[in-house]
């Protein structure tokens, strides 16, 4: 068998050794539901950055984001000058509010809790409603990670696709369902770290075998000028508003991203914000040039074009292209450490979803904390499994399904959160006025509108949430009794 082959391995070996401490570390240290939900609340500003950073950016940094820059060059740009705008307005305007006030109302765990109970939602409809629309999301989320995940184990260990995406479900399912948030937060530290490191390492490698980055743009300037100018398409079309708004828009999302803002409820304090926001927007910006660097790296390094799907290998090929097979290895599990760190967080989130909004509300009210944690983590497993079926689909793009799910929470959860956080007179028909509408709009405009108006559907989702809450909570009824004193009174310790 080829040497190279059992270097690959042992590197992936350790990184899973790693994990899996980690997870039976975190095993140890989570007694009760608020552990694993969210780890006590105490994680500190470097944890809930990187793990913010981690579990946002997936499978898609490392395969989609350099296949994007690959096939379109600095049309890339407004993608990722889009997410930092996002990531920076996610921690200035939503993290501190919503660590304040989901503990006051209520210490709720999860995103439906604290909306059912700011709302004074005792039929329970608003809950269910945000319940659903997580598992929804999730599910296409969640499997667009373990499609990253086969092809990365189908490229690296030539595996079969189907076994190659239970091989990564099972490494997630490891150390998610033992350690819960304190594994993925531990966890996303470390991925974090060895995908900085990765995204710095192989474009500066590559960079110095193309003579440095004047060489580098000289070349690519003669070999296609349209990949260096941000107002045109790879294939040499001009970019039109529409397209550039699209791109750029993908930084709405942020704001309704449950794996993203469990991270802001768990940080152990509102003075812990700022330095985290500092270090997490440091930490996109960085790995962000690093990857749309690596992918027009690959155009002038890679002998063979790569078309279709297989684009979204360029990171795996410059890998196995320029370094050592050991390193390459590392280098590789950093691919692996970007689809585990975000899989694990949405794993989470969705079983505490399951497991706080519908086990425990409908069917084991009294449950002690030992039973919920148990329900959490068979929920991890029946996630995953269902997730597992969905990402049976090879030809898959990472980046559409990615775009799907983000566009989902994005329009369904972010305007409603942000409302939800600064305006007292916001009602409990506002909030699901807006979700209903930000939900079914997102469903619905890529088959029904999409080819008329080619905007992705996160803007008009999310646009038409913000006027549905507006109307709804300003014309549909006052809000209930107690409501706005509640507000300014929990508004008052910011």
Known sequence: MNPDFHLQTLAFAGYFIILAYIGWRAYRGTRDIEDFILGGRRIGSWVAALSAGASDMSGWLMMGLPGLAYASGFESI???????????????????????????????????????????????????????????????????????????????????????????????LLYTSLGGFLAVAWSDVFQGLLMAAALILVPLVALDQLGGPAAALTQLQALNPALLDPFTAGDGQPLGFVAILSLA?????????????????????????????????????????????????????????????????????LVNL???????????????????????????VTSATFTEDFHRRLLAREASPGHLVIAGRLAVVLVAGLAFLLALDPQAHILDLVAHAWAGFGATFGPVLLVAVYWARMT???????????????????????????????????????????LVSRFGGKPRDGLEAEFLRVARRL
């Open 78 to 172: 407004w993608l990722a000058l889009g997410l930092l705008l996002g990531t920076w307005l996610n921690w200035r305007l939503l993290a501190r509010r919503l660590r304040v006030f989901s503990q006051a109302y209520g210490n709720a765990l999860t995103l439906p809790e604290f909306l059912a109970n700011r709302f004074q939602d005792p039929s329970g409809w608003l809950r269910v409603l945000a319940a659903l629309f997580i598992l929804i999301f999730f599910l296409l989320y969640t499997s667009a990670g373990l499609v990253a995940g086969g092809k990365l184990f189908e490229a690296v260990f030539g595996l079969p696709y189907v076994w190659a995406v239970a091989a990564g479900t099972l490494a997630i």
């Open 249 to 317: 828009a993908w930084g709405l999302g942020y704001f309704g991203q449950p794996h993203i803002l469990a991270r802001f409820q768990a940080i152990r304090g509102p003075e812990a914000v700022a330095p985290a926001r500092r270090i997490a927007v440091g930490w996109s910006l960085l790995t962000m040039v690093g990857a749309i660097l690596t992918g027009l790296a690959g155009v002038l390094l890679l002998d063979s074009p790569l078309i279709g799907d297989e684009r979204e290998k360029v990171f795996i090929q």
């Open 322 to 348: 320029l370094f050592h097979p050991l390193v390459a290895g590392i280098l590789l599990a950093a691919i692996l450490a970007a689809i585990m760190s975000t899989a694990d967080s949405q794993l989470l």
């Open 428 to 470: 409990r028909a506002g909030a699901i006025a807006g979700m209903l509408t930000g939900g079914l709009v997102v469903i619905a405009w890529p088959p029904l509108l999409g080819e008329v108006f080619p905007i992705y559907e996160l803007v008009p989702g999310f646009l038409l949430s913000l006027s549905a809450i507006g």
